[in-house]
Nanobody, 121 residues
Framework: VQLQAYGGGLVQTGNCLRL?????????????IGWFRQIPGKEREFVAA?????KYRDSVKGRFTISRDSAKNMVFLQMNSLKPEDTADYYC??????????????????WGQGTLVTVSS
């Protein structure tokens, strides 16, 4: 199983980015795919997840949208109205957790490498 996250970059406050997670070795329709982010020196935190339905952390609701393309076996994170506090390494992950555990890092089995998002003020 491999998950590859890409699409990060340097943007100014208020701009947008679209992250992509390419998944191989499993069908995303059978798993919950989540996005997490981590600032160096801090714990990894949940951002969003989907298994058809969706879940978001409060601070990104209304700004971020998670979606999936089952035919391409990919999951996307559209990030609008970016803020400096969104700066982090973003990771995608796959797991089989129930909905109430989607925000829990240990509920995910497979992880990709991070893609860095930097939002300048």
């Amino acid at each position: 199983v491999q998950l590859q996250a890409y699409g990060g970059g340097l943007v100014q406050t208020g701009n947008c980015l679209r992250l992509a997670c390419a998944v191989s070795g499993l069908r995303i329709t059978n798993y919950v795919i989540g996005w997490f982010r981590q600032i160096p020196g801090k714990e990894r935190e949940f951002v969003a997840a989907t298994r058809g339905n969706t879940k978001y952390r409060d601070s990104v609701k209304g700004r971020f949208t998670i979606s999936r393309d089952s035919a391409k076996n990919m999951v996307f994170l559209q990030m609008n109205s970016l803020k400096p506090e969104d700066t982090a390494d973003y990771y995608c992950a796959a797991g089989t957790a129930i909905f109430s555990n989607w925000s829990v890092e240990r509920a995910y089995t497979y992880w990709g490498q991070g893609t860095l998002v930097t939002v300048s003020s």
